[in-house]
């Protein structure tokens, strides 16, 4: 109805085995698994408990707390939007507050000091309910900006859990690194992207001026945030990539020690079809673990939609955005998408292995208005890819 209608493309989504919680800059609402209203969590306002933008949002399932990150502060809620209490954030040596707050597990909280001046100490800080700092992480990567103003590369991805374990990585930093038990941040993972990897020179240039584009005119950027946030499961991990003018072809480098999440061995991955200079593409890939290889992606030749296409219900192209702790994979379609390519000419292009889902699909379809709400779309992870918790 109107009290829950989403207000903006730019949301998050968080999915329990109870709960749909949905978040944007200046509402968070609850929805039953059917989709049904429950509530808004929290209110705009300066009051207790209430928020005027909020930045982010995490959960403690076993609690059943939801925790809103607004700029100075972290507010915590129950599921049914009874307010609990107020955290404030962390700040570095520029009075600048911690972004891209998660919870990890008891009362403890990570989140990450975006290092624009290149003169920090530390980025990612542990601290807990009460602001007390546990932890600080060095900050290896020192560098001297070219100009004075704050870049999104300086930035880290949204924490990504996978069951007990959560991984953290900063957007121009090659490297996803876990959180242990002993809350150590240990490296693990390296997107091995060779002449494009980001090195200090190219930190030291403010990614959206000119002069950069003439001396480095070609690049990537792992996750993307937003269209495409690192999702992961105990066997994959799912990630988008921002391709900046690639021409040619583009090789993979080799096995490292550690696993790379790149293909190795893998044939050329043709980029030419990107585009021209000056046009940033989102490029989606699927890492498996255990063999350690890389698959990109194309596109689905009618909707052209990036994603895994859709064989069950014929529907639009799957692509999760969320992975839940009931080995569940949530992705989000948008109304004007479905109404635009559900066609009979679309469904004739594509197999369907599951006719009764294919009719409700077309029954929901025909059903949905340009003004309401985006379909949440739930697939449960077949035993095989389950893997270990």
């Known amino acids: 109805n109107d009290d829950c209608l989403f207000a903006e493309e730019n949301w998050e989504l968080l999915v329990t085995s109870t709960h749909i919680f949905a978040r944007g800059s200046k509402y968070c609402y609850a929805f039953n698994r059917n989709g049904r209203f429950l509530g808004q969590i929290g209110n705009l306002g300066q009051g207790p408990g209430e928020y005027s933008y909020l ?21 915590e809620y129950s599921w049914d939007g009874v307010f609990r209490q107020s955290t404030e954030l962390p700040k570095d040596k520029h009075s600048s507050s911690l972004h891209g707050i998660s919870f990890v597990r008891d009362n403890l909280f990570i989140g990450h000091f975006d290092n624009h001046r290149g003169n920090l100490l530390h980025n990612f800080v542990l601290f807990d309910q009460s602001s007390k700092v546990i932890k600080l992480f060095d ?33 121009s930093n090659d490297t996803l690194f876990y959180l242990n038990e002993q809350n150590e941040l240990i490296s693990r993972y390296v997107f091995d992207l060779g002449q494009y990897t980001s090195t200090i020179e190219k930190r030291e240039y403010d990614s959206g001026n000119d002069l950069l584009r003439v001396i480095y005119p070609e690049g990537i950027m792992i996750p993307t945030e937003g269209y495409s946030p690192m999702t992961g499961t105990q ?23 550690i696993p790379i999440i790149a293909s190795s061995g893998s044939e050329l991955i043709s980029f030419q079809a990107l585009g021209k200079r000056g046009d940033w593409h989102a490029v989606i890939g699927i890492y498996d673990i255990a063999n350690q290889k890389t698959q990109l992606l194309d596109t689905d030749p009618v909707s052209r939609m990036r994603g895994l296409i859709n064989d069950i219900d014929g529907g639009l192209s799957f692509w999760p955005r969320y992975y839940t702790s009931d080995n569940e994979l949530v992705d989000i379609w948008r ?28 029954e929901l379809a025909q059903k949905l208005d340009f003004e309401d709400n985006p379909v949440i779309v739930i697939g449960k992870l077949k035993p095989e890819l389950m893997g270990e918790k």
């Open 139 to 171: 900050n290896y990567v020192q560098f001297t900006p070219k100009r004075g103003r704050a870049s999104w590369e300086n930035r880290s991805m949204k924490p990504l859990r996978v069951g007990e374990r959560i991984y953290v990585k900063e957007l």
């Open 335 to 362: 109304v004007e998408d479905m109404k635009e390519f559900l066609t009979e000419d679309y469904f004739a292009a594509h197999e369907i292995k599951d006719p009764e889902a294919h009719q409700k699909l077309k």
């Open 55 to 75: 930045t982010g949002f995490s959960i403690d399932e076993k609690k059943q707390s939801l925790y809103l990150e607004t700029l100075h502060t972290l507010l």
């Open 235 to 257: 066997k994959h991990f799912f990630f988008g990539f921002m391709a900046y003018s690639l021409s040619g072809k583009y090789a993979f480098p080799k096995e490292m020690d």
